[in-house]
């Protein structure tokens, strides 16, 4: 087989009028005429580059009015290539990525259609390509909805009825921009040439069995018929074969003995396989493809009293943070996907949740490796069309997320529907489409949990919690409120914004001038945004099990430059509430339970192995005083919580720090509290101060 990449010498039009293809467009005759008052159209141009039109062409493409007409009108991408003579005489296309709907025609003859922004898609080419030059063009939309939902005139948001399965666009709510929704074509086209048959995909799906053996099964799709393949297994860190077999129809059912379980980090080694499946021809080997793999077990016990995920039979306290890196994929790298991966590690992140979208292969690749837990959201948010007309289109993107991602072993569970409306949460739930959405996860992806509509905790086929206590839910409510907390089981998002300090908004003059920041107001609010993470975080890690099976921080980092969330902000430096999730997120902790008063201190053990030493406790007045010190001997088992002792030894203003130490002195936590006890206030008017040009919160 013989791939050849295009990644260069595209052209592109917009049809503003909507009409290219009523004139002729497609017709490959129709190039000598193009622009012309006959045909009313713009003239092809030369494309820069391959990635989202607003990145391309805008110097700022991140929020204003401005960007709304790349989403106003079609357009079209025409590209001239060469096939060498002595080509196979087979030949399918394939194009890597196109946001959102794109339609292709080969010399003048439509080769399909194809809905969805992240996945890779072919057509067989038939008696379409031709030896010598070729003409592809390529219809890419990516459309605004205009239907208004119910609820959508509130003043935080808007709120449209969606049509497409793209959970990041169209936010306008402190998280994204009213005007901004991704459109392009931003991966290479490619086309592979064959002599005999081709594997076009294959679905794989892995699970321990008894006594140490793995269950590996296999479905190979080939372009042509069947032929037969082989399958190879390796172990990936060493290279060594361990298993070996061969189909005559490209089914694969296998027990393989010895393998070792895939873990996550901080409870052993994320054990990783090579699947290599070789199609042979004429005693050569004509097509090979890898798949990374792993054997694990993820169950996500829901009653009305717990929500508790098992790796491996064993119970695992998710400690996470919800990922959306940028709107724009093509703007993502595999560089930025590690630092931001490793950062969660050192920070002590267990488990990560992809917002709302789906990211670049490379992340996956790279969680896998880490040990990195995965929740895997659908781009379905909030309000959308649930009508039968367009079920078939959910399942078609739900199914390309699923066939996509099911084989790696960090991906823990599957998210259907973010926050689905309040209304109609549940026939969304119950009757369309979160039945038909879990049944065919199940079908593709056996043994991978589904939570159907996050953040609707007393659905047992749910079973997870979002909470913006003394945030987002109003500037009457503070983080000491525990009444919603103590309900919660599985909380999957909480947190609340902050920007950068003034001067690293210094080099982005439009969003400093409508922030109108001092330096001293940004520090109250780097400290509210601060204290709240730390005391929601330490709050949930406390009930442990008790009520809650774990939590996940939102958002690791800005995916723009007006969007606050982050522990990071849009150019990855860290904000100070990055120092807060270091200090009571690691696998092992130490804390201080307070509000107001000091309450008592406790020990922390998410690892797998008992913790034996002593607790160090020094309060410091702010004259420099000592007010209290202690040593307390301390013993924790592997995977608790437990509390040490009553400790109210804390004045108004001091600093209190917090140290675990081994029984032979090695320091195992630390923590410390600056006047624990004097909490700062909501912010007056957050968070329903916007500015809806940019997407952006205004805290006064």
């Given at each position: ?55 391309v062409y805008e110097k700022q493409p991140y929020y204003g009015r401005h960007l709304r007409f790349y989403n106003q009108a079609p357009w079209w991408y025409r590209l001239k290539f060469e096939v060498p ?426 969003l400093s001038r409508r922030l109108a920041m001092t330096e001293e107001h940004w520090q109250r609010l780097a400290d509210y945004q601060y204290r709240l993470v730390k005391y929601f975080t330490e709050d ?116 209190v720090l917090l140290r675990l130490l081994s029984e032979k002195e090695e320091l195992l936590a630390e923590n410390h509290y600056r006047n624990p006890l004097l909490h700062p206030a909501h912010p007056e ?16």
């Amino acid at each position: 087989m013989v791939t050849i990449k295009y990644d260069r010498n595209y052209e592109i039009l917009q049809d503003v009028l909507g009409n290219a293809e009523k004139r002729g467009i497609t017709d490959p005759g129709f190039l000598a005429t193009v622009g012309s008052i006959r045909h009313n159209l713009s003239d092809f141009e030369p494309l820069p580059r391959l990635a989202h039109l607003q990145l391309v062409y805008e110097k700022q493409p991140y929020y204003g009015r401005h960007l709304r007409f790349y989403n106003q009108a079609p357009w079209w991408y025409r590209l001239k290539f060469e096939v060498p003579e002595d080509a196979p005489p087979h030949a399918v296309l394939r194009i890597g990525a196109a946001d959102y709907y794109a339609e292709v025609w080969l010399n003048g003859i439509r080769l399909g259609a194809h809905e969805g922004y992240f996945k890779a898609f072919e057509f067989p080419c038939g008696e379409a390509i031709r030896r010598g030059e070729n003409l592809l063009l390529i219809k890419v939309s990516s459309p605004w909805d205009e239907e208004r939902c119910l609820g959508g005139e509130e003043p935080r948001c808007v709120k449209v009825v969606r049509h497409m399965m793209k959970g990041t666009y169209e936010h306008a709510d402190s998280f994204g921009c009213r005007d901004l929704n991704p459109v392009g074509l931003w991966k290479p086209v490619e086309v592979d040439f064959y002599e005999r048959n081709r594997i076009s995909e294959i679905h794989v799906t892995t699970e321990p069995g008894e006594n140490g053996e793995g269950i590996f099964k296999a479905d190979v799709t080939f372009d042509r018929g069947i032929s037969p393949v082989r399958l190879r297994l390796s172990e990936k860190k060493t290279g060594k074969c361990i298993f070996t077999a061969q189909s005559d129809s490209g089914h694969f059912d296998c027990r393989i003995d010895g393998i070792r379980l895939w873990q996550a980090r901080e409870r052993g080694e994320p054990a990783l396989y090579t699947a290599t499946f070789e199609l042979p021809e004429d005693g050569r080997v004509v097509q090979r493809v890898e798949k990374t793999v792993g054997f694990r077990r993820v169950e996500l016990i829901r009653t009305a009293e717990k929500t508790e995920l098992y790796l491996n039979g064993q119970r695992f306290f998710i400690r996470g943070t919800s990922y959306l890196p940028s709107f724009y994929l093509s703007e993502i790298s595999p560089a930025r996907l590690k630092r931001d991966l490793e950062e969660m590690l050192a920070l002590g992140m267990n488990t990560v949740r992809v917002h709302v979208h789906v990211q670049i292969p490379e992340f996956y690749e790279l969680c896998d490796e880490m040990g990195l837990l995965v929740i895997q959201d659908s781009d379905l948010n909030w309000t959308f069309d649930d009508s039968e007309e367009f079920l078939p289109h959910i399942l078609d993107v739900w199914g390309q997320m699923l066939t996509m991602l099911g084989h790696h072993p960090c991906i823990a569970a599957w998210g259907a529907i973010n926050e689905p409306n309040e209304v109609l949460a549940d026939r969304y739930l119950n009757t369309l489409p979160g039945p038909q959405m879990e049944a065919l996860a199940q079908k593709l992806c056996p043994g991978i949990p589904v939570i159907r509509g996050s953040g609707t905790m007393q659905d047992l086929h749910t079973g997870d919690s979002h909470n913006y206590t003394g945030s987002l839910a109003g500037a009457h409510t503070h983080y000491l409120d525990g009444s919603y907390r103590s309900a919660e089981k599985l909380n999957t998002e909480f947190g609340v914004d902050c920007p950068p300090s003034p001067h690293d908004m210094a080099d982005l003059p439009e969003l400093s001038r409508r922030l109108a920041m001092t330096e001293e107001h940004w520090q109250r609010l780097a400290d509210y945004q601060y204290r709240l993470v730390k005391y929601f975080t330490e709050d949930y890690r406390i009930r442990k099990y008790r009520n809650i099976g774990g939590y996940m921080q939102f958002l690791f980092s800005d995916p723009l430059p007006q969007t606050f969330y982050g522990l990071y902000d849009f150019r990855g430096l860290p904000k100070p509430v990055a120092d807060a999730v270091r200090e009571s997120n690691q696998p092992i902790a130490v804390i201080l339970r307070h509000d107001t008063e000091a309450k008592d201190l406790w020990v922390i053990n998410d690892t797998t192995a008992a913790v034996s030493g002593s607790l160090y406790v020094c309060v410091t007045e702010e004259e420099g005083r000592v007010a209290a010190e202690r040593r307390i001997p301390v013993t924790v088992g592997s995977d608790s919580a437990v509390r040490v002792c009553d400790f109210s030894e804390v004045p108004e203003r001091c600093l209190v720090l917090l140290r675990l130490l081994s029984e032979k002195e090695e320091l195992l936590a630390e923590n410390h509290y600056r006047n624990p006890l004097l909490h700062p206030a909501h912010p007056e008017g957050h968070p329903f101060n916007l500015d809806c040009e940019y997407g952006m919160p205004l805290y006064r």
